[in-house]
């Protein structure tokens, strides 16, 4: 029987422009869900169940729960045949969306013995499969709102593939058998960073954010606007751990003058001595690494401290950290090539640093910076539950730039704002000085 003319014309059929671009979209969705499960695939079972602490989510919870948001904002609002795998996922895997639902309880993630990994590993295919159907025949009234939603959930994915790494670390670290991760971790350079040198930069009126329009950016990002800057000098490449270890052994940590009382209460109440991951031995420093435990490089630059370390160091030091407007301006005209984790070392390494152009600003390590995380003039938050997605947490957290080790390259830009509370060190979290001019 021939095909009714209406069918013929039925637009999901027919390869639209919108069809085609979903269809790109589709190869992309599956290589970023790849990856994460590729970043997977040396733990055990028994790995993947671990909360190591509150801030650290059981890796198998990543992987569920990027998938629930595929399946929450993607499948749920736009695939009238779509049914779920598992109704309780919705409220196992929602992380923090209050206007979706309640979510379950972020410190009891690692109770979930069930669904077991297995499982999860089901219902990613599960909704892998119905995405594969939504992005080869889209409504084509939802085509752009779909591939809008497509390329936050994948920016989504990539933020948690880092986060696994860094929980990953966490969760291996506490062992003392020191695990490591991968054992054939490419080993990193032999590089002698150079002498810190200061660049300037004239006072002025500058224009940092992203335009929201140019390619892919999370809301938090702008929109475009001035600020002030007075002259001001940024270091060429970030702090060393053979620099972070002269404050160790000039007593950093026992001098409350070096430190914002805050900082210093953490120093008391938690003990730090050294950054997160170090331990002393008759030899000298060694760190946990994801490739186990290594002797500390003194020349690659220092990884797993906190704002309150970072500030600290900086006021032994006779300097500062910089706003974020200050990196911005530094690093808009800057490389962005770094040590990613496609680089494959998974640690920050030593650079040598060019004199003139400033090193090392896009990978290695987060660099805090002393801004607060707060909407930049004009933000608007994205419509609807997505919305919680960035602007609810700007209270109480300091702002990151330059992605890190675990970052994927392609999930950086110089607008982008990473965010954690000035405590926070299980990130891979560096620094750079600043001064004035
Ligand atoms: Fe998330």
Same mark, same amino acid.
């Given at each position: 029987m021939p095909p009714l003319a209406h069918e013929l014309a039925s637009p999901q059929q027919l390869e639209t422009p919108d069809t085609l671009h979903t269809k790109e979209w589709l190869r992309r969705y599956q290589r970023i869900r790849q990856a994460s499960e590729r970043l997977c695939q040396p733990l055990s079972t028994e790995d993947y169940?671990?909360?190591?602490? @509150? @801030?650290v989510s059981p890796p198998k919870w990543h992987l569920a729960h990027v998938t629930w948001f595929f399946e929450a904002f993607l499948l749920a609002p736009f695939q009238p045949r779509y049914r779920p795998l598992d109704p309780v996922y919705d409220h196992l895997f929602n992380s923090y969306y209050e206007t979706h639902g309640v979510p379950f309880p972020r410190p009891h993630r690692g109770t979930l013995s069930r669904p077991t990994v297995a499982d999860v590993y089901r219902y990613r295919a599960h909704v892998d499969a119905a995405m594969a159907e939504l992005l080869e025949s889209p409504p084509p009234a939802n085509a752009g709102e779909i591939v809008r939603r497509v390329e936050l959930g994948l920016h989504h994915e990539q933020q948690h593939q880092e986060l696994l790494l860094m929980d990953i670390k966490h969760i291996l670290a506490q062992n003392p058998l020191c695990p490591a991760y991968r054992d054939d971790l490419v080993s990193p350079p032999e590089e002698t960073p150079g002498d810190l040198a200061w660049l300037e930069h004239a006072a002025g009126i500058r224009e940092i954010g992203h335009d929201l329009q140019t390619g892919f950016a999370y809301d938090n990002e702008g929109p475009v606007h001035r600020q002030f800057l007075e002259a001001f000098q940024l270091a060429n490449r970030p702090v060393t751990n053979a620099e972070f270890l002269a404050f160790i052994e000039d007593g950093g940590y026992t001098r409350p003058a070096l430190w914002l009382s805050d900082g210093w209460q953490q120093v008391g109440q938690a003990g730090w001595q050294a950054p997160l991951y170090w331990v002393k031995r008759e030899e000298g420093w060694y760190h946990y690494t994801l490739g186990g435990l290594r002797p500390v490089d003194p020349q690659a630059p220092v990884v797993h401290v906190s704002f309150f370390e970072a500030d600290a160091y900086a006021c032994w030091a006779g300097a500062r950290l910089p706003s974020e407007a200050e990196w911005e301006v530094a690093a808009r005209d800057a490389s962005m090539g770094g040590n990613f984790v496609e680089s494959d070392h998974l640690q920050p390494v030593a650079a040598a640093a060019r004199g003139s152009a400033a090193a090392q600003l896009f990978g290695d390590v987060w660099e805090w910076t002393g801004s607060a995380y707060r909407p930049y003039p004009g933000f608007r938050a994205l419509p609807g539950t997505l919305g919680e997605y960035n602007g609810k947490f700007m209270s109480g957290q300091m702002v990151l730039r330059g992605g890190c080790c675990a970052t994927p390259s392609d999930h950086i830009r110089p607008t982008y704002r990473n965010f954690f509370p000035p405590h926070a060190r299980w990130a891979f979290s560096g620094f750079r000085l600043a001064r004035e001019a």
């Open positions: 169940v671990i909360q190591s602490m @509150d @801030d």
